[in-house]
């Protein structure tokens, strides 16, 4: 049995806190588990009534004639902390706080929180909350949550399990559910999260036998590796994992803060980790609806390839230009299958999408046989048939009904929607087929869009490892960009031929010595954006040059930065062509270090055209990584420039990632620009920031 089973499926529960009164929270959850049809055993805790609604009531669960699975808390919050206590001494071990007024509410609620964690983990108690919904199963009946959605609307059940931290989202999914007409298996709403989280809940939908889709939702995280772990454990099931992260903006992220006191985190990384686990982010609850409905009834898609069949040549545009916009390929049909449509069909239009025209009306073995040659014409891995309102014709539906029936037959892998506007008789009927049903050409199309990525990020989650480098750990110094550069040199990736330089005179011979003209940068420990202050000159072309360059950059940054420690200059060739990338490392305080890789330059901060995935990275993941960034394409030669050579970038990623996974005191690593070119790549510039501070000795000046 999951360690969290009893959360979902109690045999029998306390309710403290009960109420007769079904407008306050106690009495509302009791309500539901008395009216819902929950089969299991249910204590009322009350400290002044023997009977609650109806029910007998003790004053405290230390007097129960058994040890209940699980309770249900709904007490202020000052109350919660001694009730805790009495469960721990009654041997009650699965904890729903419900109530409210801790960690969301500020530094004493906070500190509130962090002794019922406490207590919670002295007692080896399971907790959710505080500040929690409850957690529902409705194939058992179980309702334990005081959601004043179950006065009007009760989910029925079904195969999507929910795991969300905000209650509101929770209902409002619930509530979506039901008027879709979709049944959930298990859900839960986390709250604060001082003990069980949103991963937790992943965790256990993967394993429970009633679930096959699981909805997630997070406001933050603060276990990023159990987050990894009930992802990829979803994935290795072959559980589609639909998920939302909200607090996407600093605005946003702030409000998640203050609702659940959880850290939001950088929303791009949380993206990568999503999509490395195998997991689909959506943007709206629409969305996430609709995938898991699609899900819930027919199988993921083998390849991302659609075949649009429609009555209507404008719907039918419609849906291939959303297919493309979405990334899916809709491929046209091979001229001999377009000559066989076309005998049986003579006025079909188009080669995918296909318009038959609306003389299939009545003549549904033509829809059918079209249908069945587009399967064998080409490997598509999804099929959108847009049939206007025939789904609203009982008496006409049985030829459409047998027609769908044989194709799911041919083809039980590929996934088969219908958009059409239908009566429940008919939807219900096609959906037992495993045939979803859409009204909404663009939202079809986003829901087979997310289930061929699902499929896709499944598969690659579940894939073996792939061999990524190993670097064993070294002392590291941080400093200036000289020593950033030597740590670089030192394990591979390629910098140029370059001097640090204490005075002028020297700054002479080393420009002469690495050849005119050259570039002079600030060297400073406490100066990282050196082009800010004007710490960089370009083209310097001479020595009368240097010798009046290296005077201007120590001027210009005792005047901007008057509290600086200044190491002298820095003097490299000045290079040209090829294309500014940035190659960074964030070691992120949820997921660890993560790769960060864009376009260089002033561009990363303009355009924010970057990605990130987990280190250490593998020669195809770091290629993958370049290639997810949009500007990549002007490494692959654009409007007739020549293809650059990334095997040294991807080469650099790789043993950056290595070196940031096997180094925990190194908090980030900037190179930017990393100057891909033609012919080899290079290093231009690099910051290394260790994560505590400590004094560190200058680099010394280069004596020639």
Same mark, same amino acid.
């Given at each position: ?63 129960? &004639?058994?040890? &209940? ?26 904890? !729903? ?26 007692? @080896? ?15 058992? @009946?179980?309702?334990?949550?005081? =959601? ?68 997630? =939702? ?88 659609? @075949? ?50 609306? !003389? ?39 030829? +459409? ?87 670089? %040199? @030192? ?31 600030? +060297? ?22 240097? !010798? ?66 987990? %280190? ?15 500007? =990549?394409? +002007? ?26 996974? %096997? ?34 000795? =200058?680099?010394? %000046?280069?004596?020639?």
């Amino acid at each position: 049995m999951h360690p969290l089973e009893k959360m979902f499926r109690p045999a029998s529960v306390a309710v403290i806190g009960a109420s007769n009164d079904p407008d306050k929270l106690g009495g509302r959850t009791l309500l539901h588990l008395r009216e819902l049809g929950y089969r299991g055993r249910i204590y009322p805790i009350n400290v002044t009534s023997k009977q609650v609604q109806g029910l007998p009531a003790w004053p405290s669960v230390r007097d129960l &004639p058994e040890v &209940p699975d699980s309770a249900l808390m709904l007490l202020p919050a000052p109350l919660v902390e001694p009730a805790l206590e009495d469960c721990a001494a009654k041997g009650i071990l699965h904890v !729903q706080v419900l109530s409210s007024g801790f960690a969301e509410e500020g530094a004493e609620g906070a500190a509130m929180q962090d002794r019922v964690a406490a207590l919670a983990r002295r007692h @080896g108690m399971r907790i959710t909350g505080p500040n929690a919904l409850g957690s529902i199963s409705p194939p058992d @009946g179980f309702f334990g949550t005081f =959601s004043s959605l179950l006065a009007t609307a009760q989910p029925g059940p079904g195969v999507i399990g929910v795991a969300t931290q905000s209650g509101a989202y929770g209902s409002h999914i619930y509530a979506a559910a039901h008027l879709r007409g979709i049944g959930i298996s298990r859900a839960i709403a986390t709250g604060n999260e001082a003990d069980i989280d949103v991963a937790a809940a992943i965790d256990y939908l993967a394993e429970d036998a009633g679930t096959r889709v699981i909805c997630a =939702s997070l406001e933050g995280c603060k276990d990023g590796a159990a987050l990894r772990r009930a992802l990829l454990k979803a994935a290795a099931a072959r559980k589609p994992v639909i998920v939302m992260k909200v607090g996407t903006t600093e605005v946003g992220a702030a409000a998640a803060a203050t609702h659940t006191g959880s850290l939001a985190g950088e929303d791009r990384i949380f993206s990568a980790v999503f999509r490395e686990c195998g997991a689909y982010r959506t943007q709206s609850i629409e969305e996430m609806i609709d995938i898991a409905y699609l899900c819930a009834i027919a199988p993921l898609p083998p390849n991302d390839a659609v @075949g649009v069949l429609t009555v209507s040549g404008g719907i039918g545009v419609l849906m291939a230009d959303a297919c493309i916009e979405a990334g899916l390929a809709v491929p046209p049909m091979p001229d001999a299958t377009m000559a066989r449509i076309r005998e049986i069909q003579p006025v079909a239009g188009g080669r995918n999408p296909i318009d038959t025209t609306a !003389q299939i009306n009545g003549r549904m073995h033509v829809f059918e046989a079209i249908s069945q040659e587009m399967l064998r014409g080409a490997e598509l891995g999804s099929f959108l048939f847009y049939l206007a309102h025939l789904g609203r014709n009982v008496p006409r539906f049985p030829p +459409l009904e047998q027609t769908l029936t044989r194709l799911r037959q041919a083809a039980p892998d590929r996934l088969v929607v219908a958009v059409m506007t239908s009566v429940e008789e008919i939807r219900a009927r096609l959906e037992a087929l495993g045939v979803p049903v859409f009204e909404d050409p663009t939202r079809a199309v986003k829901a087979v869009t997310g289930a061929a990525r699902l499929q896709a990020l499944q598969q690659a989650a579940a894939a073996a490892p792939e061999k990524t480098m190993t670097m064993a750990p070294r002392r590291i110094i941080a400093g200036n960009e000289a020593a950033a550069k030597a740590l670089l %040199a @030192g394990i591979g990736v390629p910098v140029l031929p370059e001097h640090a330089c204490g005075y002028a005179d020297q700054a002479v011979r080393a420009a002469e010595a690495v050849g005119f003209p050259v570039v002079m940068k600030i +060297l400073s420990d406490d100066i990282a954006h050196k082009t800010e202050i004007g710490g960089v000159l370009l083209d310097v072309a001479d020595a009368t040059a240097v !010798q009046q360059g290296f005077g201007t950059l120590m001027d210009r940054a005792r005047l901007a930065c008057p509290e600086a420690k200044l190491d002298g200059v820095l003097v490299a060739p000045m290079v040209r062509g090829g294309v500014e990338t940035i190659i960074g490392v964030q070691r992120d305080p949820i997921f660890g270090p993560m790769v960060m890789f864009g376009l260089g330059g002033v561009s990363v901060e303009l355009f924010r055209d970057v990605a990130f995935a987990s %280190a250490p990275l593998s020669a195809a993941r770091a290629a993958a990584l370049v290639q997810s960034v949009q500007g =990549s394409r +002007l490494l692959d030669g654009w409007r007739g420039a020549p293809a650059l050579d990334k095997a040294e970038l991807i080469a650099a990623l790789c043993t950056v990632s290595a070196l940031a996974a %096997a180094q925990t005191d190194i908090d980030s690593i900037e190179i930017n620009p990393f100057l891909v070119r033609a012919q080899g790549s290079v290093a231009l510039d690099a910051l290394v920031q260790l994560r505590a501070p400590q004094v560190q000795p =200058s680099t010394p %000046a280069t004596i020639f």
